[in-house]
């Protein structure tokens, strides 16, 4: 329409339909596609990677992954107390019926021994 425009509006209005002028992903100049086909596997997941705009959430991300890691670690330390506790509480059971069983036989002992 004739308009002169800044680049950060221009850029802007760009943005608006998903295109990222800044990652180079609307273009293919001179020489790219042999670039591409000589990158590492490395190379063209961070190049993948910037075209697709996920690397702006790395950060995110690496967060993410350090809160699940923090978190598999205390439900892994909650399980092990738990069956910690479940096997005190099975031996003070055992216990608890031992004793109750050997005040039943002694009151039985001792009811024996006055009769006699």
Known sequence: DGKTVRAEQYEKALGEYN???RARNFLVFQGD????AAKSPKELTAMI???SGSDALKEDYD???EA?????ELTLFHY????SLQSEQKVLRMQ???ASKFEQLDG???TLRRRL
């Open 19 to 21: 295109i990222n002028v």
């Open 108 to 110: 039985e002992q001792r």
């Open 80 to 83: 092990q107390k738990k069956k």
């Open 33 to 36: 596609v042999a670039d591409v």
């Open 49 to 51: 990677e910037r075209l």
């Open 68 to 72: 699940k890691r923090a978190a598999e």
């Open 63 to 65: 967060e993410a992954v």
């Open 96 to 98: 608890r019926d031992e």
